[in-house]
């Protein structure tokens, strides 16, 4: 079982819509949950990070999080074409150190 | 301003020769980190670091070195031993293991 899913996408939806990026993770003992954006050939930039259970606003973006599901989400309200990139979930998990563990990444259109 | 720089941003190599990749940041982190990403992939842990004259292997550390003799500089070596080395580099760093990670801009290797 690979350590943090994402799907792959690509996830297409209409402008001014809402996007969810889903994340599943497999360390019941996960702590900390960030979501960055890549942009095609640039590098990832943090959107938000999450800790605790519930969901998080910052502007258009909420994070969600489930620990008891072991699920975190993103959502993107009233979705623009510039927030079209590759959305990166990534998870902390004990081995000998608190390693952050990156998903594949999900691929996001937002058509005009 | 705060960040981490990254260079050269592109860099083409001959087969059996050794490059270094530059990542220095002035955000004062302890931790420094070194990802792979193939295209279409997500991020691969080459080399980590906690703090000064320490470094850690990661997971695909074969065929690639670091030094850490400033807490500022994590320099990335890719030597002949790497046999696929074409790749996009990104160096990240946080205030402390299993923090938030911030990247530099990349380094895109090309062997020729």
């Known amino acids: 079982q690979k350590e943090v899913e994402q799907n792959s996408g690509p996830l297409s939806v209409p402008e001014g819509a809402i996007a969810s990026l889903n994340c599943t993770y497999s360390?019941?003992?996960?702590?900390?949950f960030f979501w960055y954006r890549q942009y095609s050939g640039k590098s990832p930039e943090l959107i938000m990070s999450i800790y605790s259970n519930g969901d998080k606003e910052d502007g258009r973006f909420t994070a969600q999080l489930n620990k008891a599901s072991q699920y975190v989400s993103l959502l993107i309200r009233d979705s623009q074409p510039s927030d079209s990139a590759t959305y990166l979930c990534a998870v902390t998990t004990k081995t000998s150190y608190d390693k952050v563990i990156f998903g594949p990444g999900t691929s996001l259109s937002v058509i005009p | 301003d705060g960040g981490i720089t990254q260079s050269p941003k592109y860099l083409f190599r001959k087969e059996g020769q050794n490059v270094t990749l530059s990542c220095e940041q002035n955000l004062n982190h302890d931790a420094m980190y070194w990802y792979r990403q193939d295209p279409g992939q997500g991020l691969r842990l080459i080399y980590y670091?906690?703090?000064?004259?320490?470094?850690q292997k990661g997971d695909i550390a074969e065929g690639y070195s670091v030094s850490r003799e400033k807490k500022e500089s994590f320099p990335l070596t890719v030597t002949s031993a790497q046999k696929n080395p074409t790749a996009f580099y990104l160096c990240?760093?946080?205030?402390?293991?299993?923090?938030?990670?911030?990247f530099g801009p990349g380094t895109r290797l090309t062997v020729l």
């Open positions: 670091s906690q703090i000064v004259n320490d470094f």
């Open positions: 990240a760093s946080s205030a402390a293991v299993g923090g938030t990670q911030y």
């Open positions: 360390d019941r003992g996960s702590q900390s």
